[in-house]
């Protein structure tokens, strides 16, 4: 038997599957976007997604717990219970009141970066809580809105996991402890380029570099700028440039990336929408259609391919930078699950 569910602006539930422990194996395969946080003025309450797919397969096995990793930072994560998706589902069953996971064959390919500001640590815990709640009895799982809820406590927050979960443009915020997120459409002309860099930036590095407080006049202005961007992303799409004007993190923390802060601020002189994506380093263009995007990928290039350009190097060291024209997918994560 092989039945797949997609995604319709909340989160997958996928086929029920048997209670751990009993019956043959079953196979759960997820699908997550990659996201941008911030974006620009929309310091951690904006998200959008980005049509960068990791992928995630959970199969039930005998015993023990395998793993089979490919793609972008597969040396470098654990292969035991503290693999971040590994944890992730157990948050889910933990939420359930389910116990222990089950024996599972873990295998993911990735494709997101690692530590770019692209989202990669919440697409792995979108991955795993969907993953765990696709394993639970049909009368154990977990809701839209626990699922977002799992996922936020995990993450820290629901910048990153809720354009995951969701797709499209998302606005997040908290109240009283409990974490809302709201879809929004992006515009189909809307179409992202990203310059990823060859090096990291831990997100707490940058944010460790915010001030405690700005000035009054600092946060009316992002506050505008925020909000005309939801305009712009959803139905004015020539308004980007004006829209991603930021004050309130980016130049806090350029002095962490200067070579993306360099490559932002040419790449606005020339007329595109650039900022930081996410913490960083990655630049994201927000592109009004094909023919901006291309040429935003060939500012790109022409920025980034001059020696003595400041966005060349890092701490005397040359930067090799790779561009991606995506899209904004209009779904968030997909869930398959398939039972023999």
């Known amino acids: 038997m092989h039945q797949t569910h997609h995604s319709t602006g909340r989160p997958a539930t996928p086929v029920p599957a048997e209670p751990h422990g009993a019956g043959s194996p079953t196979t759960v395969r997820v699908t997550v976007p990659a996201s941008t946080g911030n974006v620009g003025p929309g310091f951690d309450s904006l998200g959008l997604a980005l049509d960068h797919c990791d992928s995630l397969q959970v199969t039930r096995i005998e015993r023990g717990l395998e793993f089979e990793l490919s793609g972008e930072g597969a040396h470098d994560v654990p292969r035991t219970a503290e693999h971040l998706v590994v944890r992730a589902m157990q948050a889910a069953f933990d939420a359930a009141g389910a116990g222990a996971l089950p024996p599972l ?39 839209a809105d626990e699922v977002l809820q799992v996922c936020s406590r995990l993450e820290g927050h629901p910048d990153n996991v809720a354009p995951t979960l969701l797709g499209g443009l998302t606005i997040s915020w908290e109240e009283n402890g409990h974490f809302h997120s709201v879809p929004v459409r992006a515009h189909p002309d809307v179409v992202p380029v990203v310059a990823v860099p ?88 927000l592109a009004h259609g094909e023919d901006a995007a291309r040429a935003a990928t060939e500012a790109i290039a022409e920025i980034t391919g001059d020696p003595a350009a400041s966005a060349a190097s890092h701490r005397g060291a040359p930067v090799t930078w790779r561009s991606l024209v995506l899209r904004v997918p209009t779904e968030g994560a997909r869930v398959e699950t398939s039972t023999q």
């Open 105 to 143: 064959r873990i295998t993911a390919h990735n494709v997101i970066p690692h530590g770019r500001g692209m989202g990669s640590s919440a697409s792995a815990v979108v991955a795993g809580v969907l993953a765990g709640n696709a394993l639970l009895p049909e009368d154990a799982r977990l809701g």
């Open 198 to 285: 060859d090096f990291e930036v831990a997100t707490s590095v940058a944010r460790g570099l915010l001030p405690d407080s700005v000035a009054h006049h600092t946060a009316a202005v992002n506050a505008g700028r925020a909000a005309l961007l939801v305009a712009a992303l959803g139905e004015r799409p020539e308004l980007l440039l004006p829209a991603t004007f930021d004050l309130l993190h980016q130049p806090y923390r350029a002095q962490a990336m200067a070579p993306s802060h360099d490559l932002v601020t040419r790449l606005r002189e020339r007329g595109h929408a650039a900022l930081i994506s996410g913490a960083g380093p990655t630049v994201l263009v």
